[in-house]
């Protein structure tokens, strides 16, 4: 029998959502940061195997809104919920709960009130051993019907058991994509990904929420290389400043580090052109919103 469906990868944000998705897939195609709210849009992992075919759909963690950015990528993370097979709750076991995830055991229940929930206690490296019993039984309380398990997204511990575990649980059905397939993002889109990714390992403070990256060009000659021209977007002149740095110190890490990673994914060499401009509160305007996809 051929199994298949969509796993709902949610949470709190920084708890380890996109690290666990790359771990599944053994491949990166999430970026991952150590500032909350990296991950902005839904995006697809899909996990091929024998006789199942996984479709992880990672999504933005889930906060209190408090831009028109919020509320989109909340809106997003509930479409997920609704149409998924299974919730995969990802929980960080070295803390305790707190409200925070209070508030997803309540959105998980009010959105898909029937829905099986796979919770995977995440950053088990990092959790005292005096600690282990009392918060998996705090956050067990948090939804009594979950399937648990401790997990080391970074470390790998336990990965190949959930995954397993989530295929048991998962409905018969076909693949739905060709086996060779590993996301839905296009490859435009993790160069764009992967460059504010980079932004946001290099940049402190309120300043990595409010970039935004659009690729404006990627050309492709063959035998040369791939020519991407991209344009990170700030809110404010101060932030400009900033992200550009000291004759252009900043912008220039950056862009080495994105370029890298950018390479490495395509397996080709890359010429990068990063420009920086400013649009004022983007994350409260419904157009840039749409203009830059989200
Ligand atoms: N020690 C430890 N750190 C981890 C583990 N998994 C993830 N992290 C770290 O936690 C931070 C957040 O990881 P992400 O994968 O970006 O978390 P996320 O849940 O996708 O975050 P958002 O997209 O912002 O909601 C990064 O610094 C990761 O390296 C783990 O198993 N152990
Ligand atoms: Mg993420």
């Not at 409905?171 to 889109?189: A, F, H, K, L």
């Not at 220039?252 to 950018?262: D, F, Q, S, T, V």
Request: aromatic share 4%; charged share 25%.
């Amino acid at each position: 029998m051929h199994k298949s469906g969509v796993v709902a990868v949610v949470g709190c944000p920084n708890v380890g959502k996109s690290t666990l998705v790359n771990a599944f897939l053994g491949q990166k195609i999430a970026i991952v940061s150590s500032k909350p709210q990296t991950t902005r849009e839904a995006q697809r992992g899909i996990l091929t195997s024998e006789n199942a075919q996984i479709i992880f759909v990672d999504t933005p963690g889930i906060h209190r809104p408090h831009h028109a950015l919020d509320r989109t990528m909340l809106a997003t993370a509930r479409a997920v919920v609704q149409d998924a097979d299974l919730v995969l709750w990802i929980v960080d076991i070295s803390r305790k709960p707190g409200t925070a995830e209070r508030r997803v055991a309540q959105f998980i229940q009010q959105t898909n009130e029937s829905c099986k929930v796979f919770m995977a206690m995440n950053k088990s490296d990092i959790l005292k051993p005096e600690d282990v019993i009392s918060h998996s039984n705090m956050y067990r309380t948090l939804c009594s019907k979950a399937i648990w398990m401790l997990v080391s997204a970074k470390r790998g511990d336990n990965i190949e058991i959930v995954k397993n575990e989530i295929v048991d649980l998962l409905p018969d059905g076909p693949r739905y994509y060709e086996n060779d397939q590993i996301t839905d993002s296009t490859v435009r889109e993790l160069a764009g990904e992967l460059l504010r990714e980079s932004a946001l390992h290099y940049l402190r403070q309120e300043i990595p929420h409010g970039i935004a990256v659009i690729i404006e060009e990627f050309i492709e000659n063959e035998g040369e290389k791939i020519e991407i021209i991209a344009t990170l977007v700030v809110e404010n002149s101060r932030h400009k400043g900033v992200v550009i740095g000291k004759n252009g110190s900043m912008i220039k890490l950056i862009g080495i580090r994105a370029r890298r990673e950018i390479e490495k994914m395509l397996e080709s060499s890359v010429d990068l052109q990063t420009f920086v401009k400013v649009n004022t509160d983007w994350r409260n305007d419904n157009n840039q919103l749409k203009h830059m996809g989200y």
